[in-house]
């Protein structure tokens, strides 16, 4: 139900997974990724990069880099069954190098890629990629100003 940054989910954790999440933290701990990451879930990348990889905001979330910072945004919800405009501060996230994370860890941990059809199709741990990709924002990001 998250305004901003909803996810779906299927199968015996879904209500786990999409239930209490936080407001002010679209993708972080208490979203339905930080809980994929505590249940040592799976993603499949199919048809798409890691461009697209939802897990990588959670990493985002986790690592520590000096630019990282919050901004305060809003959205359209209903309050008591009434419609509001509420604000609520979220993670400023920049997406910019997801590829080049994402191509980094498919080298380092050798990710095939196979396909269906014509689609590109990556399957592995999330955890994985995550813990990857928080090291490699903590080390790289803001090096090039």
Request: charged letters at 20%.
């Given at each position: 139900a998250h305004p901003a940054f909803s996810l779906a989910a299927h199968g015996p954790n879904a209500e786990f997974l999409v239930s209490d999440h936080a407001l002010e933290e679209d993708s972080g701990h208490?979203?339905?990724?930080g809980k994929l990451y505590e249940l040592d879930g799976y993603v499949l990348?199919?048809?798409v990069d890691h461009?697209?990889?939802t897990s990588l905001p959670y990493a985002e979330f986790r690592a520590d880099y000096p630019a990282k910072s919050n901004l305060i945004t809003g959205s359209a919800m209903l309050v008591d069954g009434r419609r509001q405009w509420v604000t609520y501060k979220?993670?400023?996230t920049n997406p910019d190098d997801f590829g080049e994370i994402g191509q980094?860890?498919?080298?380092m941990h050798s990710i095939e890629v196979k396909r269906i059809g014509h689609a590109e199709v990556r399957f592995f741990k999330q955890r994985?990629?995550?813990d990857f990709a928080t090291a490699w924002m903590a080390?790289?990001?803001d090096?090039?100003?």
């Open positions: 208490r979203s339905p990724l990348l199919l048809g461009w697209n990889n979220t993670l400023d980094a860890f498919d080298e994985q990629v995550v080390q790289h990001r090096l090039t100003g």
